[in-house]
């Protein structure tokens, strides 16, 4: 199957029996096409949160070592094998990032170490260098200890959040590995179409952090998105995530409410027309974030 293509898995949970698509990495092993961030998910009502997406039909966990709450999604992965339908570890795909301060191949591999022990877990499905830090100039150092942590089975997958095109490239060129998946900063204000069209070149898949933006600049407002949220019978938040399984990118979600987090999963059901992508496409205007790849240091 090609890498990145929609394939059908079936979720368990109560999602109304929908057939949750996944897509298929460059090494292979498949990742679902919808996941729950977590960032700020945090003590006892995080790990409940989590818990809960989980019995709702959710199967992609992401999170970081910066995020401080690897310890309550380990807690989460444990707490579902106690639901009345119990998800068992295998069933989970649980996703964490090696910080800027740990940048370099033995500092790579001891930061992992220091997840896993925070997760009390064997392993990760997919391991990210966070940022790249050009300036720091060690991510190539950094990914050279994440081909050793998956060839140690201490990462199932590894990629990379926040590269460029550039950083990308250096990656391939100097180690020969390509990453499975690039993190990125996207939603309709910014598309990131040029990078999406390099990362399909290079069977890279594509995640949205802060898919939905933010309640400083909560694009689900947009006249145009409610427009075609009202012609579909169904809500904007929808219509958002449901733009970003069609441009082919894994949208990463962040609630902590049950009702919610079901109302985020729930967009296999209908399609976005070409007439409403181009709507859509009006609304690119940049970052929100200012998070420029070149610059942006993260520690």
Do not use: C
Request: aromatic share 6%; hydrophobic share 35%.
């Amino acid at each position: 199957m090609r890498s990145g293509s929609l394939h059908n898995l079936r979720q368990r949970g109560q999602t109304g029996g929908m057939t949750i698509p996944s897509l298929t990495l460059n090494d292979g092993r498949s990742i679902p096409s919808l996941g729950l961030g977590t960032y700020k998910l945090d003590g006892v009502d995080g790990t409940s949160a989590m818990t809960a997406a989980i019995d709702s039909g959710y199967r992609l966990l992401d999170t970081a070592l910066n995020y401080g709450n690897e310890r309550e999604v380990g807690d989460a992965v444990r707490a579902a094998a106690d639901l009345p339908e119990p998800v068992t570890r295998e069933e989970l795909v649980v996703t964490s990032k090696l910080p800027g301060r740990h940048h370099g191949y033995d500092e790579a591999i001891a930061s992992l170490e220091e997840s896993l022990g925070n997760l009390r877990l064997d392993y990760v499905d997919l391991y990210l260098i966070h940022w790249p830090l050009p300036k720091v100039d060690r991510y190539v150092d950094a990914w050279r200890g994440l081909i050793e942590l998956r060839d140690r089975g201490l990462a199932r997958s590894i990629g990379v959040s926040n590269f460029t095109p550039a950083h990308l490239t250096r990656l391939i060129e100097e180690t020969g590995v390509t990453p499975a998946v690039n993190q990125v900063e996207l939603h309709p204000r910014f598309p990131q179409t040029e990078l999406r069209e390099f990362h399909a070149k290079h069977s890279i898949v594509t995640e949205s952090w802060s898919p939905l933006g933010s309640r400083h600049a909560d694009f689900t407002d947009e006249p145009v998105i409610r427009d075609v949220a009202s012609e579909l019978g169904v809500t904007p938040t929808q219509v958002v995530l449901r733009w970003h399984v069609q441009v082919g990118a894994i949208p990463l979600p962040k609630s902590g409410d049950r009702d919610r987090q079901r109302e985020n999963l729930d967009v296999f059901g209908f399609e976005l027309t070409r007439e409403h992508l181009d709507a859509i496409a009006t609304l690119e205007s940049g970052r929100l974030w200012g998070g420029d790849p070149e610059t942006h240091e993260e520690f």
